[in-house]
């Protein structure tokens, strides 16, 4: 079945430092791709996401890009602040019927330091 | 900003006991979902409910879970008897046109 395998953390990082958090899929169709972000004590929001090949989803300086040939969403920012630690799932949803249920991987934590 | 909001935060609850995890979706969306992550693992898809029936559910959603709609506005989980391993964070999302909101979630553990 569909599945979503993204980097073990924790991931520590200094402020100003570059992110990538890695994320491989597997998938029988062509699923949509997400990347949502979960801030201690709250749900998971959306950050950003991309429905077909070589899209390249963007939100608060957050990039990924859909790369079918690798079957990868990595997910990658210049410049990291404190504000950005929490915890990051990508996500896949198979199919563009609305209703489909999300498939996450198991979540990387980013803590920054100043 | 309209949100997902979940009752109880926490709920503690022993074994073999039936629990009741509420839900209130934003308020003009349509689906209505439940996920659970038990402690180190991967965010589970539960089921899916879209004019007052269940659209999809996994392997997990089986006889000991039900979900209901009950007034319009709140959308519940229930377990009927509670096993250890039901231990979790439950979260509910909602969608209106495409993207799914989530709830903070309620985290149930099973003594």
């Known amino acids: 079945g569909d599945s979503v395998t993204q980097m073990e953390g924790p991931v520590t990082l200094s402020e100003e430092a570059f992110l990538t958090i890695n994320c491989t899929y597997t998938a029988t169709g062509y699923p949509s791709l997400f990347w949502y972000v979960q801030y201690p004590g709250e749900g998971l929001q959306l950050l950003l996401k991309a429905t077909k090949a070589d899209d390249k989803g963007s939100n608060k300086g957050f990039e990924a890009t859909y790369r079918k040939e690798t079957t990868s969403f990595h997910l990658e920012k210049g410049s990291v602040q404190v504000s950005d630690s929490a915890v990051y799932f990508c996500?896949?949803?198979?199919?563009?019927?609305?209703?489909?249920?999300?498939?996450f991987g198991k979540g990387t934590t980013l803590s920054v330091s100043s | 900003e309209p949100e997902v909001t979940q009752t109880p935060s926490h709920q503690v609850t022993q074994m073999g006991q039936e629990v009741i995890l509420r839900c209130v979706p934003i308020?003009?969306?349509?689906?209505f979902y439940w996920y659970r992550q038990i402690l180190g693992q991967k965010v589970e898809f539960l089921v899916s409910f879209y004019n007052n029936e269940i659209s999809e559910k996994s392997e997990i959603f089986d006889d000991q879970f039900s979900v209901e709609r009950p007034d319009g506005s709140n959308f519940t989980l229930k377990i009927r008897s509670t096993k250890l391993e039901d231990s979790a964070m439950y979260f509910c999302a909602s969608m209106g046109s495409y993207e799914q909101y989530f709830g903070p979630g309620t985290r149930l553990t099973v003594t």
């Open positions: 308020s003009n969306h349509l689906y």
């Open positions: 996500a896949l949803s198979e199919g563009n019927q609305a209703g489909t249920a999300l498939i």
